[in-house]
């Protein structure tokens, strides 16, 4: 009777950890009680990390991150990786300054020839990847090196100042919640960053483009051998990415009110580091945007409590590197069992 009952416990446990730690949900779960306990334990420790001010300060500096790391999701769950998602942002901010600054159009068409060109620039590493076969890390190496090197030179090496276009910080600093609940000022960042999220997640879950996402990360070779152009929906699926990344550059651009071109570089990492925190595997056919958002914010959080912590710019990066490194061992076990 007692061996039947320790063989139920077992099972029950088995199961139990199978649902916390197997299924997506159960991923999502514990990312965002990773996320709970940061906040309070930051909270805890400092009393300053809880104002207001701070809290708008995260949601603030997660928007442009959190909109990276959505593009860089769409990328991953290929099986596929993306390291030009933070120049592509600078290059797509200096578009728009060229639009707006140099040549005088109305803020209509900046915003339009920063979406355009961000899906171009991605279309160009989807042609590279399917159709040249080029391998993704190689064929975004060469596009984060050659966009960082455009930005200068569109730029002239010097910032890009809005300033004649005064509408334009309104994309980003203003605060359309503010205005409806006073005290709620919550900037247009961040809103944006969620209709983006839901957006793209509607599009992952529902749409034709969403399924060929996951396909051709579970099995590419079967979904190829089924008919379906794949090395089409492949550079559909980077072109996507390209124009989340011209969202994320006009959010930025707005934010500052310039366009600065030698901005960009190492915040793929960020993205990256937000995409697998949050559960998508680093191997294809798995992810939600939803953990996505959830690792933009425990990224987020965690800098900036061990900021106001005043813990060291260094650590700051020493802690990031091992919750990378512990996230993706944690995919690699996880598909081990499976």
Avoid at 210 to 227: H, K, M, P
Avoid at 241 to 252: D, F, K, N, Q, R
Avoid at 308 to 314: D, F, G, H
Wanted: proline fraction near 3%.
């Amino acid at each position: 009777m007692s061996t039947d009952l320790s063989q139920t416990n077992d099972v029950s446990l088995r199961s139990l950890r199978a649902a916390l730690f197997d299924s997506a949900a159960g991923q999502l779960l514990l990312a965002f009680a990773s996320l709970i306990v940061l906040v309070a334990g930051f909270g805890i420790a400092s009393p300053n990390f809880l104002q207001t001010d701070n809290l708008i300060g995260i949601l603030q500096a997660t928007a442009v991150n959190g909109v990276l790391a959505v593009a860089s999701t769409y990328v991953i769950i290929t099986g596929g990786i993306d390291l030009s998602v933070g120049t592509l942002m600078t290059f797509c901010a200096v578009i728009a300054g060229v639009f707006l600054t140099y040549w005088g159009y109305p803020i209509g068409v900046g915003v339009a020839a920063a979406l355009i060109c961000g899906a171009l620039c991605g279309a160009t590493s989807g042609f590279l990847i399917a159709k040249m076969e080029v391998p993704p890390f190689i064929a975004t190496l060469g596009m984060m090196m050659l966009l960082k090197g455009l930005s200068l030179v569109i730029s002239g090496t010097k910032p890009i100042y809005f300033n004649d276009t005064p509408d334009f910080p309104v994309i980003a600093q203003d605060s359309l919640i503010g205005y409806l609940v006073p005290s709620l000022p919550i900037p247009n960042a961040v809103l944006i960053l969620f209709v983006v999220a839901v957006a793209a997640s509607v599009v992952l879950r529902s749409t034709v483009l969403g399924r060929y996402i996951f396909a051709l990360g579970s099995n590419e070779e079967a979904v190829r051998l089924s008919g379906v152009d794949t090395d089409f929906w492949k550079i559909v699926i980077y072109a996507v990415s390209g124009a989340i990344c011209g969202i994320a550059g006009l959010l930025i651009a707005s934010r500052l009110n310039s366009a600065q071109p030698a901005l960009g570089q190492g915040y793929e990492l960020d993205a990256i580091a937000a995409v697998v925190i949050g559960g998508t595997s680093l191997s294809g056919g798995r992810g939600t945007v939803l953990g996505t958002i959830i690792g933009s914010f425990i990224i987020s959080v965690l800098t900036n409590g061990l900021r106001i912590l005043s813990v060291a710019q260094e650590w700051q990066t020493v802690v990031t590197g091992v919750i990378i490194i512990l996230a993706v061992y944690a995919d690699i076990m996880r598909r081990r069992k499976t």
